[in-house]
């Protein structure tokens, strides 16, 4: 005879465990239904280009901060040379009146001049020395020699403690723009890995293609420099394309925008700053119309620089991933200015 058991009942720990997954399994449906569409290719491109622009903005201010800690060392390091100057001087005069109280001791008792001298601050002596008749000419101007020494020591102390406080002030800021920098190009990186690697090598292709096709079959026209300066300048950037940007490059090897553009003015003999902020301050700005080859153009509220190549192509740094290259100025950014710099 056939058994007839009744179906055992699921424990509650079962029904809960069963419970608990079928909820997260819709909980993760729900996530998976909801979640952000994955960028394409194009839109990876246009939001690593903006996090490649912020960095370069960073690039900047690092390396004008960079200058500013180089330029603040050098004058400390004068300051500190001249105040130890200083102060030998002020030794050998405080020297000098103390042979003078030492003879008028031998000779029957230190001038109430001297005196009050070595025992009160020089700042206020020749107001209380005023009132004394017996100073005399001598005693009166090695006297006025210690009083100028000394303020004048205290002045440049106070002076190198300031830049000694800026210099401090200007480390902290380059740190926090290195960190920055680094965040901006690490979230680049991070949205370029969510490309596929056969994306990552096509677009790595594309640009390694627009160099080159940048510095193959550029028509540049027949414009002509506005100066000899600015020649040399764009012929000497010339020879550098095709080497690498990085951020901070001055050449030979590698450069940034404003590091290629300051080193090919050096090429042509021209000293011009290192970052964007400063080199708009190297001469007269100038319209889209008035440019010539060799002007510099600015881009983007003065972010990022390069020279003009004639025919609207600027040669120039792009950004990392880049070589130097000429590039249409419609698709560099948003133009500012050109200036011609005066040699």
């Known amino acids: 005879m056939a058994s007839h058991r009744r179906p055992k009942k699921p424990s509650r720990t079962r029904v809960t465990v069963l419970t608990a997954t079928a909820t997260a399994a819709v909980a993760l449906s729900a996530q998976a239904a909801n979640a952000a569409p994955k960028p394409t290719k194009a839109e990876v491109k246009e939001q690593v280009d903006k996090y490649y622009a912020e960095a370069e903005r960073a690039t900047n201010q690092y390396d004008g901060a960079k200058e500013k800690q180089e330029k603040l060392e050098k004058e400390i390091s004068l300051l500190q040379d001249k105040v130890a100057r200083e102060q030998d001087e002020l030794n050998e005069l405080r020297t000098g009146l103390g042979a003078m109280a030492s003879e008028q001791y031998r000779s029957g008792g230190i001038d109430p001049s001297v005196q009050l001298f070595l025992s009160a601050d020089p700042d206020d002596y020749l107001d209380k020395a005023s009132t004394l008749d017996s100073l005399s000419e001598q005693q009166l101007e090695s006297l006025k020699k ?86 040399a300048a764009l012929n000497a950037a010339a020879t550098q394309i095709g080497k690498p940007y990085f951020r901070g490059g001055t050449g030979p090897n590698s450069y940034d925008c404003s590091g290629l553009t300051q080193w090919a003015y050096a090429q042509a003999g021209a000293h011009i700053s290192r970052v964007t902020y400063t080199q708009v301050n190297e001469g007269p700005h100038l319209g889209m119309s008035q440019l010539a080859p ?48 005066n040699g």
């Open 146 to 231: 210690v009083q100028a020494k000394q303020r004048e020591l205290a002045q440049e102390r106070a002076e190198a403690a300031e830049k000694l406080k800026d210099l401090a002030e200007t480390r902290t800021e380059l740190g926090k723009k290195k960190t920055e920098i680094q965040g901006k190009l690490s979230k680049a990186q991070k949205l370029l890995n969510t490309l596929t690697a056969a994306e990552r090598r096509q677009m790595a292709e594309d640009d390694e293609r627009a160099s080159r096709s940048a510095t193959t079959r550029v028509e540049l026209g027949k414009e002509v420099a506005a100066s000899g300066l600015g020649a």
């Open 294 to 341: 060799g002007d510099l153009v600015f881009f983007n509220n003065t972010e990022h620089v390069g020279l003009y190549a004639g025919n609207g192509q600027v040669l120039h740094a792009p950004y990392p991933g880049t070589s130097v290259r000429y590039e249409s100025m419609s698709t560099i950014g948003s133009f500012q200015f050109g200036v011609r710099v």
